[in-house]
């Protein structure tokens, strides 16, 4: 399922965990069953992944980031 994009050159899929591309790659120690995956438009390949809670986490630091003040 594809869940949206960004004009930096990414989409992002959800996965189930077996459909995962670098397992062994993969930090998670929440038993998480879904996977986010980013594409890269250019290449069409699998360039990111996270489990869904990395993926929560990640979006929030990037959202605080982005909203953040700067020094
Ligand atoms: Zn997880």
């Given amino acids: 399922m594809s869940v949206g994009g960004f004009q930096s050159g990414f989409h992002a899929r959800k996965v189930p ?5 670098w397992e062994s790659f993969l930090i ?22 996270l489990c869904h ?6 979006g929030n630091v990037l959202l605080e980031a982005a909203r953040s003040k700067r020094k």
Avoid: D, N, P, Y
């Avoid at 965990?17 to 591309?21: L, T």
């Avoid at 038993?31 to 290449?43: A, K, N, P």
């Avoid at 809670?53 to 990640?58: P, V």
């Fill in 17 to 21: 965990r077996s459909e995962v591309k």
């Fill in 53 to 58: 809670m990395e993926a929560e986490r990640m």
């Fill in 28 to 49: 998670c120690s929440h038993g998480c069953e879904e996977v986010i995956q980013l594409i890269s438009h250019v290449s069409g390949e699998v360039e990111f992944e």
